[in-house]
């Protein structure tokens, strides 16, 4: 397993922006695949998006596609969310993982997971 260390939430106001930021160590981590997911409060967790693990395919749910953007530096070992056009509807924990072989939204895919990082966008 890798190591993963999820910061950059906090509060922001509707419209507004956030970087969130993923750190792993351990396992090589650009071996494989990596994805945000969220929970919201009383809602199961869901997926955000993934990469591929060279950067070259990334996937998005509909509800964030053209709003949020993941990447990805293997040199430095961490997977960035950059979230734009913040709406009260993306306000959740969101989490980092990685280990899976692909870029899926099945969560069942990775086997590391980040603490997780709680989003607040008031309206």
Known sequence: QV???????GLVQTGGS???SCAASGRTFSNYATGWFR?????EREFVA?????GTNTYYADSVKGRFTISRDNAKNTVCLQMNSL?????????CASGSYGTTRYQGSYDSWGQGTQVTVSS
């Not at 993934?50 to 060279?54: A, E, N, P, R, V």
């Open 39 to 43: 929970q919201a409060p009383g809602k």
């Open 18 to 20: 956030l970087r969130l």
């Open 87 to 95: 709406k009260p509807e993306d306000t959740a924990v969101y989490y």
């Open 50 to 54: 993934t990469i591929s693990w060279s």
């Open 3 to 9: 190591q993963l260390v999820v910061s950059g939430g």
